[in-house]
Nanobody, 117 residues
Framework: QVPLVETGGGLVQAGESLRLSCAAS????????MGWYRQAPGKQRELVAL???????NYADSVKGRFTISRDNAKNTVYLQMNNLEPGDTAVYYC???????????WGQGTQVTVSS
């Protein structure tokens, strides 16, 4: 189990930006795939962005061009830069870490992002 702590959520207006951070513990961070997921009330948790240990990234269509995932292996941290936020982005955002693609992985506690019109 990899402890994960998300920070950076908050209440913003549409069009503004937020930067989420996920700090991981352990020496195996550089070998892990890291992802940001979100869950809105009444909806399933969905993948927002993924970054593999190789640096390859993947984004949900709804956030392409607006969100950027990155990682700093020296700091054991993954980031999600969220620009031009929309009310539809409102959700609890969770950090996920896993060694293999078939795993469910480890999860952080989540951080609330609320975007008002």
């Amino acid at each position: 189990q990899v402890p994960l702590v998300e920070t950076g959520g908050g209440l913003v207006q549409a069009g503004e930006s937020l930067r989420l951070s996920c700090a991981a513990s352990g020496s195996i961070f550089s070998t892990l795939s890291m992802g940001w997921y979100r869950q809105a009330p009444g909806k399933q948790r969905e993948l927002v962005a993924l970054i593999l240990h190789t640096g390859i990234t993947n984004y949900a269509d709804s956030v392409k061009g607006r969100f950027t995932i990155s990682r700093d292996n020296a700091k054991n941290t993954v980031y999600l830069q969220m620009n031009n936020l929309e009310p539809g982005d409102t959700a609890v955002y969770y950090c996920n870490a896993k060694k293999f693609l078939w795993q469910s992985g480890d999860w952080g506690q989540g951080t609330q992002v609320t975007v008002s019109s």
